[in-house]
C-alpha cells in the first residue's frame, strides 16, 4: 500500500500576494527524513496543473522538521482579484498530502 | 529596569473575536497588549470605504476594541498597540481620543502614527527612476496601471511605535506597519536596543516572536491540523510571549483557557505565509526561521531561543493598489440522483447563456463544489457509481469583466436557470457583482519612506 504525505506529516498554508505558501511538518524526525524524498517542485507543479502557473520552491527546516513550499503564481491571481473560492490558499496547501510517499 | 516583559496578542485580524483580548488584559499581566488587524485583502477593503467616505478607512473593530479594553488598560498600566487604523489612522486615533473623553478618561495619549501612505509621492518616485517592478508578476509596465491606482501603502517598521511609546502614549495607533511591528516596537522601547550590529540577532528574535503570535490563536490551537485535539476552542486562549532581555523568550496564554500551546501549535505558526525561512525578510531586519530552537517548558509554555538574524533591508515593500474591473458569481446545487451529470449540464446550459447574453469576460471558471473548488486539477474525480450517486453537487461560476454591466450578467445568466435549467436546483440569493482592486507589490527604497508620529491627548 503506497503511503502518503497524509500519513507522515501536517500541514499549513496562506498567502503572498499570488504566492501560496505551505508548510508540511513532519510528525516524527524519521518521517522528517522520508519527506525530505517525497516533496519536491517537480512533484508539486505536477500535483496541481494548471492552479501553479510559476516556480516552485521547497525550503527544508532541519530544525523544526518541516519543509516550506512557496509557490509563485499560484491563487489565480492574488486573494483580491481570483476567481478561486479560496482565496488566501487556505485549503490549497492541503492538497500536498495527497503526494505519495518515496519510500527509502 | 525589567529584565521581561509580557505582551499579549490581541487579535490576529480584523474581525476576530474580543473576549480572548478581554481575558488577556484581565489576567495575563501584560505590560502590553498588541493588535494585528491588517491583511492585503483588508487594506484594499478598506480604500474602498475610504474612497466612499473620507472619514472611514480604519478597521471599525480597532476603534471599538480600544473602547472597551481602555478602562481597564490604564487601570492595569498596560499600554495597546495597534495597525487598525488602516489607510486612516488619523481618523481612528481621533476616534478613539473622543471615546476615551466620553469615558472619563482625561489625559489618555493616543499616538498617531502616519507615513506608510505613499499614494502621493507615486509621481516622484517614478520620476526618481523607481523601477516600481511588480515582485509577484515580474512586470515592470507600470505605467499600463498607474491611471487606475487607489492606494499605495509601504510595510513600514516599528521606528513610529517606538517613537510614540517613548513620547508616554498609553495606546498607540498605526497604518501599516508591518504585522510583526507591533510587537518590535515595544521591544525595542522597552529595552533601548540600537538598529545596530550589537542588536541585530535580538531584532530577529523579537521579529520572529511577532510572527508566531500575530495570528492570535493560529498559534494557541486555532487552525491546527490537530484541531480534533484542542480543548474548548471556543474559548481559546490568545498567545502571550514572556521576552527577556537576550533574546530569548516563552510563549504561553492565560491558565484554564481553550486551546494548546506546544512545540507543535508554534512550528505550525512558523512555517505560516512566509518565503524562504532562512530570510524572513521585514521592514525591521531579517530573521533566521532555521537557527531557532523550541523547547517545552511545562504546560501550554514553549521556550524560544538562538534566533539569528540580519540588518533591515535596503528597500522596503510597497503594495499599491489599483481597480482591476469587476467579478461576477453565481451559485446554485443540484441533487442526488446523477447531482454530477446535472451540473456538467448546467455548466453548459450557462456557457450557452454567456454566449447569447454577449458575455465579455476576462476570465471564466467554473468549479464543482464537493469535487474539486478547493483543489482543482490536484482533486482527482470520484470514478464510476461513486461518482453518479453523490448526495448533492455545487455549480459555482465567477466571471472577470471590465465593467459591472459585463459581470452582472453572470447573476443573470445563473438566474434563467431558475426554470430554463435543472429540475431540482436549489439557488440561494443571487449575489451582487463586485468590483476587484488588484494589487502591484513592488520594493522602493527606504529614503521615500518617513514616518511621522503625533501624540494626541484626551
Same mark, same amino acid.
Given at each position: ?40 517542485? !517537480? ?9 501553479? !502557473? ?32 479560496? !482565496? ?17 | ?5 509580557? +505582551? ?52 471599525? $473593530? ?40 466620553? +469615558?472619563? +478618561? ?34 515592470? $509596465? ?127 505558526? @512558523? ?9 524572513? @525578510? ?105 461518482? $453518479?450517486? +453523490? ?16 459581470? $452582472? ?50
Amino acid at each position: 500500500m503506497t503511503r502518503l504525505l497524509s500519513d507522515i506529516c501536517y500541514i499549513r498554508s496562506g498567502d503572498k500576494g499570488d504566492v501560496c505558501t505551505a508548510g508540511l511538518i513532519a510528525r516524527t524526525p524519521e518521517d522528517y527524513a522520508t519527506l525530505l524524498r517525497s516533496v519536491d517542485p !517537480q512533484k508539486v507543479r505536477a500535483l496541481y496543473g494548471d492552479w501553479v !502557473q510559476g516556480t516552485v520552491h521547497c525550503y527544508p527546516m532541519d530544525n523544526i522538521h518541516a519543509v516550506v513550499v512557496v509557490m509563485e503564481r499560484a491563487l489565480g491571481g492574488g486573494a483580491t482579484r481570483t476567481l478561486r473560492l479560496d !482565496q488566501t490558499g487556505k485549503a490549497l496547501g492541503h492538497a500536498l498530502l495527497r503526494l505519495p510517499v518515496v519510500e527509502a | 529596569m525589567k529584565d521581561t516583559i509580557r +505582551l499579549g496578542a490581541g487579535s490576529g485580524f480584523w474581525g476576530d473575536g474580543m473576549d480572548p483580548a478581554v481575558e488577556l488584559l484581565r489576567e495575563g499581566e501584560l505590560d502590553y497588549l498588541c493588535f494585528d488587524f491588517l491583511a492585503e485583502l483588508t487594506m484594499a477593503l478598506l480604500q474602498r470605504q475610504k474612497s466612499k467616505n473620507p472619514q472611514l478607512g480604519y478597521v471599525p $473593530d480597532a476603534v471599538q476594541t480600544m473602547k472597551t479594553l481602555m478602562p481597564m488598560a490604564r487601570e492595569r498600566g498596560t499600554r495597546l498597540v495597534s495597525n487598525g487604523g488602516g489607510v486612516n489612522p488619523r481618523a481612528a486615533a481621533q476616534a478613539i481620543v473622543t471615546d476615551a473623553r466620553a +469615558l472619563g +478618561l482625561g489625559g489618555t495619549r493616543v499616538a498617531l502614527v502616519e507615513g506608510d501612505d505613499l499614494l502621493d509621492k507615486i509621481d516622484a518616485m517614478v520620476a526618481a527612476g523607481v523601477p516600481m517592478t511588480n515582485m509577484d508578476t515580474g512586470s515592470s $509596465d507600470f505605467a499600463s496601471i498607474r491611471s487606475r491606482v487607489v492606494s499605495a501603502n509601504a510595510y513600514t517598521d516599528s521606528t513610529g511605535l517606538v517613537e510614540g511609546l517613548a513620547g508616554g502614549a498609553h495606546i498607540v495607533v498605526a497604518g501599516r506597519v508591518s504585522d510583526n511591528a507591533v510587537y518590535v516596537g515595544p521591544l525595542v522601547h522597552e529595552f533601548g536596543w540600537q538598529r545596530d550590529a550589537a542588536h541585530v540577532d535580538r531584532i530577529a528574535s523579537a521579529i520572529t516572536l511577532g510572527h508566531i503570535v500575530e495570528c492570535a490563536s493560529a498559534c494557541t490551537g486555532g487552525m491546527s491540523s490537530r484541531f480534533a485535539d484542542m480543548p474548548h476552542m471556543g474559548r481559546v486562549g490568545f498567545p502571550i510571549v514572556e521576552f527577556h532581555r537576550d533574546g530569548s523568550a516563552v510563549v504561553t496564554k492565560v491558565p484554564g483557557s481553550g486551546g494548546k500551546v506546544d512545540a507543535f501549535t508554534i512550528k505550525e505558526h @512558523l512555517v505560516y505565509e512566509i518565503g524562504d525561512p532562512r530570510r524572513y @525578510l521585514m521592514p525591521d531586519g531579517i530573521a533566521d526561521f532555521t537557527s531557532l530552537a523550541l523547547r517545552e517548558d511545562g504546560t501550554d509554555r514553549v521556550h524560544v531561543s538562538g534566533v539569528r538574524g540580519q540588518a533591515a533591508p535596503e528597500q522596503l515593500k510597497l503594495v499599491i493598489g489599483y481597480q482591476d474591473g469587476w467579478i461576477g458569481e453565481s451559485l446554485c446545487f443540484f441533487p442526488w440522483p446523477h447531482a454530477y451529470a446535472r451540473a456538467v449540464k448546467a455548466r453548459e446550459t450557462m456557457l450557452e447563456r454567456f454566449e447569447r447574453l454577449g458575455l465579455k469576460a476576462d476570465q471564466i471558471h467554473f468549479d464543482f463544489v464537493g469535487i474539486n473548488t478547493l483543489h482543482g486539477p490536484g482533486a482527482p474525480l470520484p470514478e464510476g457509481a461513486a461518482l $453518479d450517486n +453523490l448526495n448533492e453537487v455545487g455549480l459555482r461560476c465567477a466571471v472577470r469583466t471590465r465593467t459591472a454591466e459585463e459581470a $452582472d450578467k453572470v447573476r443573470r445568466a445563473a438566474t434563467h436557470l431558475w426554470i430554463m435549467g435543472p429540475g431540482g436546483t436549489s439557488f440561494g440569493t443571487p449575489m451582487k457583482a463586485r468590483p476587484v482592486v488588484s494589487l502591484w507589490p513592488t520594493l522602493i527604497p527606504r529614503e521615500f519612506v518617513r514616518q511621522t508620529v503625533e501624540i494626541l491627548e484626551a
